[in-house]
């Protein structure tokens, strides 16, 4: 988790092209990312608070890429000559210096980021993030265990028991492809995977590969 003071007072002190940001580009670029924050609970997930909870680069590369390419977004954008698609750049950017410096900034428990949004709406589920409600993952969990159904990896098995427990939960048909409200069912909608196949299904933009897709490749390149 960070601030907005210290995305401020990040955008006040790094150098762009041999100067610094104006201080009226900064006021608005920390602006930007409240307004951001309440695109994504419009448009992804109604249940979203704010991208100030969120440091880890993937995460934001995520909403990133799929906030962008809602076409009433992308036309908003235009108008506003990218005001707020650059507003979320220099704030990758600032959570990229975070992730080197490691300087004093708290991130989230890792029981509190890898959990699934249960709203109703059409919405992008992202596993790794913090959620209000675990029910589902819970429930997920109970049915399907903590074994990675694509690879076999087990966390507590692999790392003792600080790994007890420990998986990513899939959403394996995104919400955003419904037109609908979707009620999740966790043991059809949902599958454990490990961190690596997670992020390969997710690899490719706007496609999500098949758990037969993942297989496939994880046994052609093991061969």
């Known amino acids: ?7 401020v007072k990040y955008l006040s002190s790094v150098n762009t092209y041999g100067r610094k940001y104006a201080s009226s580009t900064v006021y608005t ?6 307004l951001i924050s309440s695109d ?3 448009h992804l997930e109604n249940s979203f608070t704010s991208l100030f909870n969120i440091t880890d ?5 995520i909403y990133f890429d799929q906030l962008y390419s809602i076409p009433k977004v992308i036309n908003e954008e235009k108008i506003q000559r990218n005001r707020k698609t650059n507003a979320f750049k220099r704030y990758i950017e600032f959570c990229r210096t975070i992730e080197v410096s490691n300087f004093n900034v708290n991130q ?11 709203e109703g709406g059409k919405k992008v589920v992202i596993s790794k993030m913090a959620e209000r409600d675990l029910a589902l993952r819970s429930d997920a969990i109970k049915i399907h265990g903590t074994t ?27 919400l955003s492809t419904y037109n609908k409200s979707k009620i999740v069912d ?4 949902l599958m454990p995977l490990c961190s690596n196949c997670h992020r390969m299904v997710h690899r490719k933009k706007n496609y999500v590969l098949s758990l037969e897709e993942l297989k496939k490749i994880i046994s052609h390149n093991n061969n």
């Open 1 to 7: 988790m960070t601030s907005k003071e210290e995305f």
């Open 148 to 174: 990675c159904f694509g690879c076999g990896f087990n966390f507590e098995k692999a790392y003792g028991s600080i790994g007890d427990g420990f998986i990513e939960i899939h959403h394996i048909t995104p």
């Open 40 to 42: 994504i609970k419009y």
């Open 186 to 189: 966790a043991s059809r909608d």
């Open 29 to 34: 670029y920390g602006q930007s990312i409240e």
């Open 57 to 61: 680069i993937e995460i934001l590369s």
């Open 108 to 118: 989230p428990d890792l029981n509190e980021v890898y959990q699934l949004r249960t």
